[in-house]
């Protein structure tokens, strides 16, 4: 590995590390510690989108898009965690940012160490196929894993569902390069050292907390994707 490139892994690691833990309290102890942290959040995705966005032609419908797609997924988020029973919306919300952190990083080390054929060329050239593969791996093996950590049983349901959304994660992901590409921007800021941006950080969490929430409210607000 190139001294540029260890640079970089040592850089992001090193934010990762500063990030995590606080991330990982607020959604721990609830109210009003993760409320506090989405709307931090939204406030510095906004100020992102208008950064991307401000050579838009048609300026007023992409900040109407962008409002919703920053404010649903948070709120979703929010929903998810401060629901009727708290202890479910903790054990979910963790759940969830511990399968789309694994999916990223499955994403990155298979398409790095196995490379092949490309996902989207057109919109990411980095992601592949195999990329995909090793998302849906490890978002299932860590969704599997931080179930049985709290001492859900449902272990093939729990590792179906999150290689589902482990993949919805990098839908997401897709997404937010293909607007990026659009307004010919590499990072939607420069705010976290070997990063990028926010939203280059949870781009895939705002489709991932968007599709559980939806799933939670077609069962009718049971968030007990598990027994």
Not at 45 to 68: D, I, K, P
Not at 71 to 76: E, G
Not at 84 to 108: H, K, N, Q, S
């Amino acid at each position: 590995m190139a001294d540029s490139q260890i640079r970089i892994l040592l850089t992001r690691t090193l934010s990762a590390l500063v990030m995590i833990p606080p991330v990982l309290a607020a959604i721990w102890y609830g109210s009003p510690y993760f409320e506090i942290l989405v709307a931090v959040a939204i406030v510095i995705m906004a100020w992102e989108w208008l950064g991307m966005t401000s050579g838009a032609a048609n300026r007023l419908g992409w900040l109407a898009f962008g409002g919703v797609y920053i404010v649903a997924p948070s709120l979703a988020l929010i929903w998810l965690r401060t629901g009727e029973d708290p202890g479910m919306g903790r054990d979910t919300v963790v759940w969830l940012f511990v399968l789309v952190w694994a999916a990223d990083i499955g994403a990155y080390a298979a398409g790095r160490t196995i490379g092949g054929p490309k996902l989207a060329p057109a919109i990411s050239p980095n992601k592949t196929w195999a990329g995909l593969f090793g998302c849906i791996a490890a978002s299932a093996a860590a969704g599997v894993a931080t179930a049985d950590y709290f001492g859900h049983t449902d272990l093939y349901g729990v590792a179906m569902i999150s290689g589902f959304v482990g993949m919805l994660s990098q839908a997401g992901d897709l997404f937010e390069s293909s607007v990026k590409r659009r307004f010919d921007r590499k990072d939607s800021s420069h705010l976290i050292p070997g990063h990028g941006g926010l939203l280059d950080r949870v781009d895939g969490l705002l489709a991932a907390a968007f599709a559980v929430a939806l799933i939670g409210y077609a069962n009718e607000g049971n968030m007990a994707l598990w027994p």
